[in-house]
């Protein structure tokens, strides 16, 4: 059975749970359908995936299904956190609808909502040593987790991003217009910070020691991934093509509040880069590696739980056309 746990101020890393390596071929995907694995659980997981949520009721049954499909099917040593930001409409009952199942954390934010906080939370309360993040609404297919980790595994890159614009990559035709140019202009803005073609990217991953290392993250808004790869100094990107799918279940978060919001994360990020921290805010933000928690219910039955300054990217996307990144 599954243990609860409580986080600890002192020492964030939840209590090591127990976690089995090898998984069943096939994983249904529903939570009634959802079979508990047998046998004693070792060790610690290699793999955690964050994926923040808000009013995502409708999608988390496949996205959990698919993620452990993937898992089951690559035989990664996987645990998967999601961070609800308070959602109102069941997605964390659903998500708990899957217990007890030890792969499956669960972490309930309490306070202002923010999509960069929730996962930088998730982050600090995983045990892999491979950190995957994504998004909640399907966008960003589970198949290519494999594929990031295998890349990261591999030595050569510091960061790599699940990439919606390099050679091989497919965008859903029903992505609109509207959010296409939304989608330049922010990649556009973010060019000075770090030359790649999908900065703006939510599907990426790194290596823990580099998310500990970071300088002190103070992210607004919901392009997480470009604070972890300014603050987390990181020297070669590696952009894996992927096919971008449309939401097609639930409503966008994407409004002009955070749109606003991109851009004072971008103000931020220059006066960091230019100026230093002390001129960003005015204050000491928490650092990635100060595992400092603000406050979070830990949901019963279910356990719960980038430094700085701009290096040239090396883009890869030839290698990842050949298999090779």
Partial sequence: MIGTTTPDRRNPRPAVGHHEQLWPAEWPR??????????????????????????????????????????????????????????????????????????????????????????????????????????????HPPAAIPELVRALRRGGPDFVIGSRFVAGAAIDERWSTLRRLNSLAARVLARPFVPVADSTSGLFALRRESFEAAAPLDPVGYKIGLELMVKCGCRRILEVPIRFRDRARGETKLGWRQQLEYLEHLRRLAAYRWLGWLGRTGRRPAAGGDRRRRRSRPTPGLLTGAGGGEAPSRNLAAAARTGNG
Avoid: Q
């Fill in 30 to 139: 529903t939570p009634k359908a959802a079979a508990v694995p047998t046998g004693p659980l070792r060790g610690m997981p290699s793999v955690s995936v964050v994926v923040p949520t808000y009013r995502e009721v409708d999608n988390v049954d496949e996205l959990i299904g698919g993620i452990r499909a993937v898992a089951a099917a690559h035989r990664l040593d996987l645990e998967l956190i999601i961070v609800d930001d308070a959602s109102d409409d069941g997605t964390a009952e659903r998500v708990a609808a899957w217990g007890p199942d030890p792969r499956i954390r669960l972490i309930r934010r309490a306070g202002p909502r923010s999509l960069s906080r929730a996962v930088v939370e998730g982050l600090r309360a995983a045990r892999g040593r491979t950190l995957v993040v994504m998004d909640a609404d399907l966008s």
